[in-house]
C-alpha cells in the first residue's frame, strides 16, 4: 500500500499557464480531499471528491480552478491562467469514508511557484 | 463559523520538559477534534483524535467543552518530538467530512 500518492511533489509554471496536479488515493479510498497551504498560513479546505462526484466544492476559488475524480484514475486538481497568488503547497488527502473521524491519509503534497 | 486556533507559531522546550501545545476552537455543535504532525521531510499523519481517547507516542489530548480547548500535552519531551503540529477540527452537516486547520505550531526540543 503505497499511500497517497501526489505528483508532481514541485511545479513552475509561468504566469498564465495551466497546472495539473494528480492525486492517487490509498487503494480502496473512495473519498478525495485537496487542501491549500499558504505560506506560514494552516491549510484550508478547496474541495471533496468522491468517484465522478463533486461532494462539496465549496472552498475553491469561483474561477480558474477545478476538480475532477473520475472513475478511473487519479484526481486531478487543475488550475488554468496561473497567477503569482496560487503559489502554495496543495495537499491531498483520501479516506475510506465520509467521516473524517477515522481520519484521512495525506498525500506529500505539490508545492506550486508561480513565476 | 468554524475556526481553530493555535497561538503559539513557535515553541521550544529542552528534553525531558512538558510539553502543552495550545490549541482553542469554535463550532456550533458537538465537533470531532484531532492533532496532526508533520515531522521534516514527511507527510502530514494524524497523531490522536479525541473520540478515540487514546495516547500516542507519550501525547495525550483532553476537550473541554467549557473552554474551546483541545491541547496537546506531553509530560516529558523528547527530541524526536520535534516537528510542526496542527489541531484540526471536523464538522457535521454541511461540512461533513471536511477538516478546518489551525495554522500549526512548530515544536523544537533542544538536547
Known amino acids: 500500500n503505497a499511500g497517497v500518492m501526489q505528483n508532481p511533489r514541485h511545479l513552475v509554471r509561468r504566469r498564465g499557464q495551466e497546472a495539473r496536479l494528480r492525486c492517487s488515493p490509498v487503494?480502496?479510498?473512495?473519498?478525495v480531499y485537496w487542501y491549500r497551504q499558504l505560506p506560514e498560513e494552516g491549510l484550508k479546505f478547496m474541495v471533496y471528491l468522491q468517484k465522478e462526484n463533486i461532494i462539496d466544492e465549496s472552498g475553491m476559488p469561483k474561477e480558474r480552478f477545478s476538480a475532477e475524480f473520475p472513475k478511473e484514475g487519479p484526481s486531478i486538481l487543475r488550475i488554468q491562467q496561473v497567477v503569482r497568488g496560487d503559489s502554495a503547497a496543495y495537499f491531498c488527502?483520501?479516506?475510506?469514508?465520509?467521516?473524517?473521524?477515522?481520519?484521512?491519509?495525506f498525500g506529500s503534497g505539490t508545492r506550486l511557484t508561480v513565476v | 463559523a468554524q475556526r481553530v486556533t493555535q497561538p503559539e507559531k513557535l515553541l521550544s522546550v529542552f528534553k525531558g520538559a512538558p510539553v502543552e501545545l495550545k490549541c482553542n476552537y469554535s463550532?456550533?455543535?458537538?465537533?470531532?477534534l484531532f492533532w496532526y504532525v508533520q515531522y521534516s521531510r514527511q507527510r502530514l499523519q494524524l497523531l490522536l483524535r479525541h473520540i478515540s481517547r487514546e495516547s500516542i507516542k507519550g501525547f495525550t489530548a483532553d476537550l473541554n467543552k467549557g473552554e474551546t480547548s483541545f491541547h496537546l500535552k506531553k509530560p516529558f519531551a523528547q527530541e524526536e518530538d520535534s516537528a510542526m503540529y496542527y489541531c484540526?477540527?471536523?464538522?457535521?452537516?454541511?461540512?461533513?467530512?471536511?477538516?478546518?486547520f489551525g495554522r500549526g505550531t512548530q515544536l523544537t526540543v533542544w538536547p
Open positions: 484540526a477540527l471536523s464538522g457535521r452537516g454541511s461540512t461533513l467530512g471536511r477538516l478546518y
Open positions: 463550532y456550533s455543535g458537538s465537533p470531532e
Open positions: 487503494k480502496g479510498h473512495s473519498h
Open positions: 488527502a483520501s479516506s475510506p469514508m465520509t467521516e473524517a473521524n477515522y481520519g484521512y491519509t
